[in-house]
Structure formats: C-alpha cells, structure tokens
C-alpha cells in the first residue's frame, strides 16, 4: 500500500514476493527513512494458525513513525493487512513445534527527496518466510560478549524504535563477535558505559534470588514485545519484576540470564564476556526461571495452553 504525507494509505494488494522499483533518490535509500517489525504466525495442533499480540508490532510500528517523520497504517490497517499476507502463504506456516512463519512488515519513505527532508512518499509491505531457531543452538544456551567499544544507541538518538539504520550500526560488531565464536554482543549504555541495554535483536533479563530484573525503557533501548510479555507472565506467576538501571557487575553475578525476541522468544544465556573475562552460568545456563518462562510463553503462543492472556488472534481460514 502507499500514502503521501498525510498517511491516508491505499488498499494494498497481495502480490507474488519480487524486487520493488523505487526512485534511486527515495528517502529510504540516501537518509535512511525506514521501519520494520518482526512478529509470527503459529500453528496450533489442530492446524488452525495464531498470530501474537500484532496490535503491539501495530502500535510500536506508528510510534517510530512519528520519531522518523512518517506516516503510519492504523492498528486496524496494519493488523488486516498481516492477516492477508499470512492466509496467502498459510502453506507456509510450519507444523506445531517445527518453527514458525516470519512476518516482517516495512514502512519506508519511497518517495524522491535530493536535500535532507522527509520523503513525499511511503510504502508499506509484508512480506513472510517459514523460520526454525534464530540461533544455531537452538534452545540450548547462547553466548554473549558484552561491547566495550560499539554502542548501539545514544539518548535522543532512535533506539527505542525499530528503524533501519540501527541495525545497520551494529552489523560490524555483531560479526567481529561471531567471527570469535560468540552467539551475539549485549550493548552498554553510551553514557557511563556501565549499564545494560539490549542485544543486537533481543533484550536481556537477569535473575538473582528469585527476583528478575530487565533495563527499563527510557529511549535506547527497543520495547520489545516479548520483553513485555514475559514482565506480565513472570509477574502473573508470582515474581517480583523490576524495570530499573542493572548494571554489568550484577550481571555478571546473577544466577542465571536469559534473552527474549520474537526471533529468538526466551533464549538462555550460558556464558557472559566481559573485558576478557568468562563468566559462565549454572546448569550451563538453563535456569528453572527461564526454563519456566519459556515454556510458559510459548505454550501460549503455539496456542498448546489456554489463552488466559487474551494476547492471541486466531486467523479465520
Ligand atoms: N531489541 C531489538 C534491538 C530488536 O531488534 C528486537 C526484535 N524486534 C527486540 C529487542 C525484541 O523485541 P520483540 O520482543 O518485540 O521482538
């Protein structure tokens, strides 16, 4: 679908997956005008598919449309148009417990724009694909190295959404890690270079004593939306959970750590560098916490528990 400025946005069309023509002087390419989100479609045991909460990609989606100077499809827009696109490949969709279909939604200024300004011209698409486990390791434990010299986002920078460009700022320390064996780097706060703040594409949660604690949302970090689910299904179980600074040591004290992202949904995390230094967690990383949390989230999301939640939107085939 496209829309000019005001954001009163065609009726979009499914059509077969193939390159898009836009102007070599579109918004998106030379300034970097551009959002994605990430969710996916489940199949449940009887073959019907679930979609995840898409009214929070839908939401998140039209908050960093306003950061970008965009237009945005409303929550019900965005939400039918995923809903198309799924039931065109609904082929697609893996059985239960065989992975799940990636659905990646794209706002872009495609319109032409030579000096610095917002694009005359946006273009929303979807486009899916079948995915297993993001990590190779698949549920087994990740390791990650904490970044002493890449940041990946500063205050009053774009951080808390989930623009184009801030991938593109840590593809070089991503692969300097994976090029040392690491799963994936865990970004420090640009300013004391102390506090946590998220992975390339996941945030982070660390557990001491029963209490778990994840870096508040203040404007760097990504909300994520498994991030918030797992806060409301840990806190449903009786946990206590704080949004709060935690800084690097506590890290490297908790007793276990664990990732969460619609990629990679709850991922345990068995060792922490830091400095050059190797922590590694008990269990080799597969705490009861996150083991529990994880089972909890996904038995929701494959629709294998009732949906006591209300956060699953089943698709009518
Ligand atoms: N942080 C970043 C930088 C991400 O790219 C993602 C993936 N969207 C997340 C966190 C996790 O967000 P969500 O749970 O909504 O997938």
Known sequence: AKCGPDGNFSKGEVLPFGPIAVSPSAGVLNYGQGLFEGLKAYRKTDGSIL????????????????RMCMPAPTVEQF????????????????PTGKGSLYIRPLLMGSGAVLGLAPAPEYT??????????????????????????????SPGGTGGVKTIGNYASVLKAQKIA????????????????KYLEEVS????????????????IKGTILPGITR?????????????VE?????????????EVFCTGTAVVVSPVGSITYLGKR?????????????????????LQMGLVEDCMGWTVRLNQ
């Not at 594409?201 to 508040?216: E, G, L, M, Q, Y």
Request: hydrophobic share 40%.
């Open 201 to 216: 594409s996941c945030n982070i949660f660390v557990v001491k004593d029963n209490v778990i604690s994840t870096p508040a």
């Open 124 to 153: 929303f698409i979807i486009f899916v694909s079948p995915v297993g486990n993001y990590f190779k390791e698949g549920l087994s434990p990740i390791n990650l190295i904490v970044e002493d010299k890449f940041h990946r986002a």
């Open 243 to 255: 949004e709060r600074l935690v800084s690097v040591d506590e890290l490297l004290n908790a007793d």
């Open 279 to 299: 922590v590694e967690y008990g269990n080799q990383g597969v705490g009861v916490v996150s083991q529990q949390l994880s089972k909890s989230l996904t038995g």
């Open 51 to 66: 979609l995840f909460r898409p009214e929070e990609n839908a939401s998140r989606m039209i908050t960093g449309a306003g």
């Open 178 to 193: 994976k090029g040392k064996g690491y799963s994936d780097v865990l970004y420090l706060d640009a300013v004391h270079d």
């Open 228 to 240: 918030k689910s797992i806060i409301e299904v840990a806190q449903s179980k009786g946990f206590k």
């Open 79 to 94: 939400v039918d148009a995923v809903k198309q696109t799924v039931l065109a490949n609904k082929r697609w969709v893996p």
